[in-house]
């Protein structure tokens, strides 16, 4: 059971050790005085003919007040002068006391900001400010994707409502077509729900990893997306080699049906010849996959935000296209899980390259295929 008493402040217990240090020193220098010095005087009349030689016991005399004096000025000087450095010793741990305090209360913005040299406590608070700056940055990102999330999730309940009060309003209105819209908004909110729950787990530390080949994975999701990609009439290429990593399945499997969604949804127009294509393969040491699709031209200052939960740029949108701009984001959340790296890039003739690099493991031997 925890003790909750308090106990002496750690200034006061330092500024006794260091008392007790200087009065030790001092009653052992007495002591070295009165073993080796005062120890050897003859005790009795030591008078000559050339006058009056003081003895042991007049010297004892001579010496145990002058001790004692100085024994207790050390005493005391110990404690001030302990008292006074370990105040200025502990001046940055207070510091940084006082900032844990108010960041404790909710003020993240506070940093301890330590002056001097480098030493343990500028250490520390070099650290912990670190860590404020970093709990800071995500606390950020947690409100405003959660102001995103309920703003999103607003949107399918107010149609819901509204379906809901025009088909009141209106009895004799045709109740297939109703339902027909209400099914195409719930299908939409059970999506973006899942997307989020999705999102909610990719940033989550992967418990359990084990080997994957991205090129079988890559074969995969093109099985998953065709359909939509031939409703649509686009071509999807596949170009995959072996390329071994670790990590979830299920969240690497996520990760490229989400790039490949996207470059099928944000494609050229209908009857446009759109394309696809998927790679994979290694490179310098890392297992990499590579989506590349044609499209609407994307502004250089944009392509930065496509990885941001919610972000869709309006030139690449079509009208069918209810997804929720969270395609991008799970797939940023997912490389950061596995240790990887995301770039994303815009293609001058319009369009986007995707690339994703996941540290390889157990590649078989053999020479790298290049993605």
């Known amino acids: 059971m925890t003790d909750r008493r308090r106990g002496a402040s750690v200034r006061v217990r330092l500024a006794l050790s260091y008392a007790g240090v200087v009065v030790l020193t001092g009653a052992l220098i007495l002591a070295v005085v009165w073993v080796f010095l005062l120890r050897y005087v003859p005790v009795g009349n030591l008078a000559t003919t050339d006058g009056y030689v003081p003895d042991r016991s007049d010297l004892v005399r001579a010496f145990v007040p002058a ?31 006082d900032t844990t305090r108010q960041v404790a209360a909710g003020s993240l913005a506070h940093r301890v900001a330590l002056p001097g040299r480098r030493d343990e406590f500028r250490d520390l608070a070099d650290a912990f400010d670190g860590m404020v700056g970093r709990l800071e940055a995500y606390v950020a990102e947690q409100q405003r994707f959660a102001a995103n999330a309920s703003h999103e999730l607003r949107t399918p309940l107010a149609t819901t409502r509204a379906l809901l009060e025009v088909a009141a309003r209106e009895p004799d209105r045709d109740p297939a077509g109703v339902l027909e819209r209400l099914r195409n908004v719930n299908e939409r909110a059970v999506d973006l729900t899942e997307a989020l729950l999705v999102l909610a787990r990719a940033g989550r530390e992967l418990p359990d990893r084990e080997r994957v080949d991205l090129s079988l994975l890559a074969d995969e999701a093109v099985e998953t997306v065709l359909p939509l990609a031939e409703a649509r009439g686009i071509d999807v290429e596949p170009v995959t080699a072996t390329a071994w990593t670790t990590g979830s399945t299920s969240l690497l499997l996520q990760l490229v049906t989400n790039l490949l969604q996207n470059a099928v949804v944000h494609n050229v127009g209908p009857g446009r010849d759109g394309w696809v294509r998927v790679r994979t393969g290694t490179r310098q040491g890392a297992s990499v996959v590579v989506v590349e699709n044609p499209g609407a031209v994307v502004p250089a200052a944009v392509v930065p935000t496509l990885t941001e939960p919610f972000q869709r740029v309006a030139s690449r949108r079509r009208e069918d296209d209810a997804g929720a701009g969270l395609g991008l984001a799970i797939v940023a959340a997912i490389v950061t ?33 290049a993605a």
Not at 338 to 350: F, I, Y
Request: net charge neutral; charged share 10%.
């Open 337 to 369: 899980s596995h240790g990887g790296t995301l770039d994303v890039a815009a293609r001058p003739e319009g369009g986007l390259v995707v690339e994703v690099a996941l540290p390889a493991a157990g590649c078989p031997a053999g020479p790298s295929s």
């Open 67 to 97: 001790a004692a004096a100085v024994s207790v000025a050390l005493v005391v000087v110990g404690l001030v002068g302990g008292w006074f450095l370990a105040g200025r010793v502990l001046a940055p741990l207070q510091r940084i006391t």
